[in-house]
Every structure is written in structure tokens, then in C-alpha cells.
């Protein structure tokens, strides 16, 4: 069924990033339209139908650009309003780079000893929630239905339904839910789970972190859970709690890479590779210190250590695009991953050979999905990651079904693709050069059949399934108050 066909009343997006971002350059103005499973989703959905986005407003000309807060998008056909939430830099530090990405993000991670709080940041995290319900209160016609997302929002559910009981409202949580001892530790977890449960639909990556967070709830909250079910009664309502794994359009990067431009562009990389004899292998993340870069750099060192015959042959193009450089540590762990870089290129580069060749910016979608398409292997060594796309995409893009996947077993990818891509243990180095080497060595038959399988897979369960299936739980949720 097409996805409009389910949405049954006025819709509302709730994100912390907005779609589009207006900047000043050189010359005037430019609209970028920003990219990510969630926007690519949910910008077509609402063209189509209408309705509203409410987001921080974060482009330097989004003020001059919006009429009372208010921008009509796409620019060049205006089918929907985006609404736009300024923040003060105070706020922008307090909400965004300190509470959320310095506080929730690691703690969610499970990466304890980089979480930092405060109350006064929590304060700052509060009040910019508040700030999003308030203004979704007052945009969201009568029975709207409310898709909100991710840890920047936990409280906004329980702000709105309080102005506005008449609302339905799926909030879903993109990122790993922590096991019990470890969620304890952040000072304000009981708001958090009270902030979350004002949603009529919870959604996660995964059945485990469904399993979390209905534990944290039932052992802090003291609220009867049915596992069965996934429900939680909570203040007379029922919580529907459901794992949404989200994925990718296969078939739109299927045609991305068989456009004729792109697949010039992989011919050109694929020429290069093999005039020189070289395997690529290839990664992709934003420098994050959960995306196990590091750990990654000493297992490629492992293995041009203990399979020296790879010398000269197998090339390693690392894409690393700088993240959250707002936040010191970032920018800090950013330097830390060319050190290391640069210590494994000193030990093994020969006269015109280097194992590691590192992008430090980004591409634009195609010619990465190209890149995907042309590479030998792909890397994703996570220590912990909600789904990663990037596995996704790299099978999605094979078509010519030549490469293989080394995938980290601590990835939400990993539930569905762990039996044709090859497991990693990201703390491993050794584990991993040689399932690498064990990787590199299986035959283009089998190579094939892996790639054919994980497709087959992804073409079943895309990113308008998780879509469907969100709307569709949400649909029961509103109808059971009818
Ligand atoms: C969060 C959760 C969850 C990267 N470099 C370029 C580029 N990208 C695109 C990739 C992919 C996306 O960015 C990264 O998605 P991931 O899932 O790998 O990682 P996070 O950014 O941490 O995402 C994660 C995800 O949300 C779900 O949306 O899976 O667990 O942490 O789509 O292709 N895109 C372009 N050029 C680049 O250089 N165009």
C-alpha cells in the first residue's frame, strides 16, 4: 500500500536538523537540502501530502529567509511548511553540543567515561524541548498525527500531549538504548523515560534495545510492562514500544549508480584499481570516536603485518568526514585518526604505493554510491552503532556484485546481514586481519551469492517498510482512542 494512503490525518515531523538549511556564500544565498535516511524518507512523504516539519533553524540566512518563523519548501515548488525554532548560541551549546551529544551520545553508546552532564546544560535540554512543543502545539491542526525523532528530543512527547491530548504521537529513538546500569547513570534518566513515554508509539533500531529500555522502565518507573505485547501502561494510556530497524531505497541507488554519469565514474575507478593490480577496499563515517576508526587503523596495520603478500595490492580509501566540530573532543579525536593514519602510511608506503588513502570531506551522494559500487571490500567497524546505513548502501550498490562486507558484530546492521557479511570484533586486530585475508579470499561465485542474498534481503525490508510500518503502529495507536 502506498504509504499516503495510511496517513489518515494531518502530519507533523518533528526533527532536531531541518531538511532544508539556507546559507550565506559568497554571491548570496544557498538553499542546501540535507541528506540522511529520516529526511530523504520523509521529504518526498510530505510534498506529497502536505503538512509540516518544525526544526532548529540552523542556516545563517534560515531568519531572512522564513516569513514569522515559517518557509514554504521545497524553494523551487512549495508543497509543505517548514517551521523554523531559532536558538540562541547558549542554547545551541546547552541543548545541542553539551546535553545531547556530549551527555546522551556517549552514555547511549555505552561509552561511559565520555559522558559528561550537568544541570545546567539539562536545563538548557529542557527548556529547547519545550521550545519545539510549544510551537508544534500551536501548528498541528485538531487529531494530528506527530512523528518526532531522536535522543535531542526525549521530552518533547510528554511536553506536547500536556497542551495537546488530542495529538498522536510515534517518537523514535535512532540510536542504541543502554542496558539498565548504564541509562541509570544519567542523572535525569527518570525524566527522560517520562519525557518519552508521553508518545503513543515508542520505536527503536532493535528488538535488544526494546528489551533495555522496557527493563529501565519497568525497574525505574515501577509500571507494569507487557512483554508481549510491547505495551506500557503509563498515566491511563497504553504505550505501544516496537523495534523499526530503518534502511535504505535500494532501488533508487540502484539507478543512482547505473546513471550514465556514475557509471563513467566507477569505470574510471575500476580502470585505475586494476591497471595498478589493487584491491580496494573502502569506509565511510563521520569522525566519531563510537565508529571505531581507531581500533580499525591498528587492525589494517595488523594485517599488512601478518599478510604481507597484501603489500602493494590492497588500498585503503578511508572517507572521514568531520562531525560535530562545535564539540572540542571531536575536533580533537578528528587529529587523533590522521596521526594514526599517517604512523600506519610511514611503516608501510613504497616508492608510489600507500596503503591508506584518507578523503577528509565529504562526496556528493552519487559518486559515493559509485565509489560503493566500484570498491572490493567495505569496512564498518563500529564499537556500537543504532543500524549503520553505510552497510546498507555499500549492498545496495553492488550491482556488479563483485565485493565483500566486513561488518562489525556490535552494529544494528549486523542483526540482518551477519550470515553473507564477514563478523568483526572492532577490538580485535588480529580477528580482524584475518577475516579480512579470509574475506578477500572466497571465490566471485560466492562473492556474488553473499551480495545477491543481503539484496534480496534489503529490497524486502527498505527504508518505505520502516516508514509503512511506523505509520501503520501509529494508526492502531490513534484509532484505539477513537
Ligand atoms: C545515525 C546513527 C543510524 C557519510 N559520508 C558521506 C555521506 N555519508 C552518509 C552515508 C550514510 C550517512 O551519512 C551515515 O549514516 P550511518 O548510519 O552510517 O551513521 P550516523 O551518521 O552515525 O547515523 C546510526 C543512522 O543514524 C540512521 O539514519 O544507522 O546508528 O548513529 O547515509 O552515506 N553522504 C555523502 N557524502 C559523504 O561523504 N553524500
Known amino acids: 500500500m502506498a504509504i499516503k494512503q495510511l496517513i489518515e490525518a494531518p502530519l507533523v515531523v518533528v526533527t532536531n536538523r531541518e531538511p532544508y538549511i539556507d546559507e550565506r556564500v559568497a554571491g548570496g544565498i544557498r538553499t ?52 523554523r ?79 495537546r491530548p488530542d495529538v498522536t504521537i510515534a517518537h523514535f529513538w535512532h540510536i542504541p538504548w543502554p542496558p539498565l546500569p548504564i541509562f541509570r547513570l ?10 518519552l513515554l508521553g508518545a503513543d508509539v515508542l ?17 525505574t518507573l515501577k509500571t507494569t510492562v507487557n512483554r508481549e505485547t510491547g505495551r506500557i501502561d503509563w498515566q491511563g494510556r497504553s504505550v505501544h514500544v516496537k523495534s523499526f530497524p530503518i534502511s535504505v531505497d535500494v532501488n533508487a541507488i540502484e539507478a543512482m549508480v547505473e546513471s550514465p554519469r556514475i557509471r563513467r565514474w566507477v569505470r574510471g575507478i575500476r580502470r585505475h584499481v586494476d591497471r595498478r593490480d589493487q584491491i580496494l577496499g573502502i569506509s565511510v563515517d563521520r569522525a566519531d570516536y563510537t565508529k571505531g576508526l581507531l581500533p580499525r587503523l591498528d587492525a589494517m596495520k595488523e594485517f599488512y603485518t601478518l599478510y604481507p603478500q597484501y603489500r602493494e595490492h590492497v588500498t585503503y580509501l578511508q572517507i572521514v568526514v568531520p562531525s560535530r566540530t562545535e564539540v572540542a573532543e571531536y575536533r580533537r579525536f578528528y587529529e587523533q585518526v590522521e596521526k594514526k593514519t599517517q604512523e600506519v602510511n610511514q ?76 563478523p568483526i570484533n572492532p577490538l ?11 574475506a578477500l579470499s572466497i571465490s566471485a561465485d560466492e562473492r556474488a551469492d553473499r551480495i545477491s542474498a543481503m539484496r534480496k534481503h534489503l529490497e524486502e525490508h527498505t527504508i518505505y517498510d520502516w516508514m509503512a510500518d511506523i505509520f501503520l503502529t501509529l494508526k492502531m495507536a490513534a484509532q484505539s482512542y477513537v
Open 32 to 83: 542546501i537540502q540535507t541528506a540522511g535516511g529520516v529526511v530523504s524518507a520523509l521529504d518526498p512523504l510530505l510534498q506529497e501530502i502536505g503538512g509540516n516539519w518544525v526544526a532548529w533553524g540552523s542556516g545563517n540566512a534560515d531568519i531572512e529567509m522564513s516569513s514569522g518563523g515559517q518557509r514554504q519548501v521545497p524553494p523551487e515548488r512549495p508543497r509543505y511548511t517548514l517551521n
Open 85 to 163: 525554532i531559532t536558538l540562541s548560541p547558549e542554547e545551541v551549546q546547552g541543548y545541542y553540543a553539551k546535553y545531547s551529544n556530549q551527555g546522551l551520545w556517549p552514555l547511549s553508546h555505552m561509552l561511559i567515561e565520555r559522558a559528561q552532564f550537568s544541570r545546567r546544560a539539562w536545563q538548557t535540554y529542557r527548556s529547547v524541548n519545550q521550545k519545539f512543543a510549544k510551537r508544534v502545539s500551536a501548528v498541528s491542526p485538531p487529531g494530528a498525527w506527530v512523528f518526532s525523532h531522536d535522543y535531542q528530543l526525549a521530552l518533547f512527547p510528554a511536553f506536547v500531549r500536556k497542551t
Open 186 to 195: 544519567c542523572p535525569q534518566h527518570q525524566e527522560i523515560l517520562r519525557g
Open 203 to 219: 520505536g527503536f533500531q532493535s528488538e535488544q534495545d526494546v528489551e533495555y529500555f522496557l527493563n529501565a522502565v519497568e525497574r
Open 347 to 422: 611503516r608501510f608506503a613504497t616508492n608510489g604505493w600507500k596503503p591508506i588513502i584518507t578523503l577528509p570531506h565529504s562526496l556528493d551522494r552519487p559518486r559515493l554510491m559509485g565509489l560503493f559500487r566500484a570498491a572490493d571490500f567495505a569496512v564498518v567497524s563500529s564499537l556500537v552503532d543504532g543500524m549503520n546505513l553505510v552497510a546498507k548502501e555499500f549492498v545496495a550498490a553492488q550491482v556488479d556484485k563483485r565485493g565483500v562486507l566486513l561488518l562489525s558484530e556490535t552494529t544494528g546492521a549486523a542483526n540482518e546481514l551477519e550470515h553473507e557479511s564477514f
Open 428 to 438: 580485535d586486530p588480529e580477528g580482524f586481519a584475518n577475516t579480512l585475508h579470509e
